[in-house]
C-alpha cells in the first residue's frame, strides 16, 4: 500500500494485517500513538484504492486530525452510535491481552470508544509483549481540581497495595503539565510490576478525581503482534506464550 520508507516494519505488519479485517460498510474506532497513526495511513490508502464506504470516529484530536488530512471523515462516537471494531495500539501487552495504554495521554477517549466496540483489535510491535504489566509507567488522567490531593490519594491506594515506594509523576512536556483533550492532567505511576491489575484498576477509580487510568481489562479481542521480517503474529487471550516472550528478550 501507501507507505513503507522510514516506517517500523514489525508496526507497519500488524497494522496492514489490522486493515486488512476492515469491511465495506464497517463503523470504526480509530486509536492513537505511532502505530494507530501507520493504521490510519494504511486505511485510508484502502479506502482510495477500493472505495469503501466506512464510518470512523477519533480516540484523540490528534488522529481525527490525521485522518481527515488523508481524506477520511471523522465524525463523533454519539453521531455513529457503536463500534464493529476499534483498532488501537497499546504500550503493555500481557497474556490475559490486559493492556497498559496511555502512553499518549489519550487513553480516556480510547477506553470510551473501545467501550463501544463489538471488538477491540490491538496492533503493537513485540517489545510491547510482557508477562507481567508495569514496566510501563501507568497513566492516569486527574482532574486538575484538587490535583496534590488525588496525587495523595493514589499514593495511598498505593501503599495499600504493597506498591508505596513507587513514584508518581506528572507528566510534562518539557516544563508544561501535559494537557489532554479533555483538558485533565496525567500522573504516571511507575509501579514495575503489577501483580494484580483488577485490584489495582478498581482502587484507582474507587478515588473522585481519578477520571480515568490506563489499564484496559478484559477489553481487547485480539493483539496482532507485527514484527520486523513483515509477518504477524496473532494473540487472542493466554496465547502469549514463554517461548514467545524469551525470543523477543534475545
Ligand atoms: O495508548 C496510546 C495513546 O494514549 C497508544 O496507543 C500507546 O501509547 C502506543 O503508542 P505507540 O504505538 O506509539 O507505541
Known sequence: MSQSQ?????????????????EDGMRLGLGTGSTAAIMVRELAARVAAEGLTLRCAATSRATA???????????????????????DGADEVDPHLHLVKGGGAAHLREK???????????????????????????????????????????????????????????????SDPV????????????????????????????IPGVVEHGL??????????????GSVIELARNDIDADMLAQEGE
Open 112 to 174: 470510551v470508544v473501545a467501550a463501544a466496540s463489538d471488538r477491540m483489535v490491538v496492533v503493537a510491535d513485540p517489545a510491547k509483549v510482557v508477562e507481567t504489566l508495569g514496566a510501563f509507567p501507568l497513566p492516569v488522567e486527574v482532574l486538575e481540581f484538587g490535583f496534590e490531593t488525588t496525587r495523595k490519594l493514589i499514593r495511598r491506594a498505593l501503599e495499600a497495595q504493597d506498591l508505596g515506594e513507587c513514584d508518581v509523576l506528572q507528566r510534562l512536556r518539557g
Open 179 to 206: 494537557i489532554t483533550d479533555e483538558g485533565n492532567l496525567i500522573l504516571d505511576l511507575h509501579l514495575a510490576r503489577i501483580e494484580d491489575p483488577v485490584a489495582l484498576a478498581r482502587a484507582l477509580s474507587a
Open 65 to 87: 486530525e490525521l485522518a481527515e488530512s488523508l481524506g477520511l471523515r471523522i465524525e463523533t462516537l454519539d453521531q455513529i452510535g457503536w463500534l464493529d471494531l476499534t483498532i
Open 216 to 229: 484496559f481489562l478484559g477489553m481487547c479481542d485480539l493483539a496482532i503482534i507485527g514484527r520486523e521480517d
Open 6 to 22: 522510514g516506517v517500523d516494519p514489525a508496526k507497519l505488519a500488524a497494522a496492514r494485517a489490522a486493515v486488512a479485517m476492515v
